[in-house]
């Protein structure tokens, strides 16, 4: 049975370090302080998410059918992967695309007109 490495610390939430590699095939062992990857330093839910949105190919529809959670929350979540990477959000655009969306939502639901639709998605 393989463990898989804890990416953080339980107790104080910093980064773990791997210090020992072995080989299982001839024996080698190096030692030394090693840093793990990004990704392994994701908690379980940002894994499953992830693992989700690459099978999903990056289809936020299909993230959200097999998630069953709404737009807002796919984007929610990928937003909180990219920082935990550690990369910025620019969350301008975030909202914008919401904005985009919920007026397509409401276009659809027959709740606005087209060129009503057409005017708020080029503000």
């Known amino acids: 049975m393989t463990r898989k490495a ?25 030692e030394g302080q090693f840093d793990i990857c990004n ?12 693992e989700t949105f690459i099978r999903c190919r990056g289809n936020i529809k299909e993230v959200e059918r097999e998630l069953k959670i709404s737009y807002p929350t796919v984007r929610s979540r990928l937003d909180a992967v990219i920082e935990a990477l550690g990369f910025t959000v620019d969350r301008a655009d975030h909202d ?5 969306r919920r007026t397509m939502e409401q276009y659809e639901r027959g709740e606005i007109s087209r060129e009503e639709a ?3 998605v080029k503000q």
């Open 39 to 50: 990704f392994c330093q994701l908690n379980l839910e940002q894994k499953e998410f992830i």
């Open 118 to 120: 057409l005017s708020k």
């Open 6 to 30: 804890l990416g953080s610390c339980p107790v104080c939430n910093n980064p773990m370090h791997v210090t020992r590699l072995d080989c299982e095939d001839c024996g080698t062992r190096i």
């Open 96 to 100: 914008a695309v919401a904005r985009r």
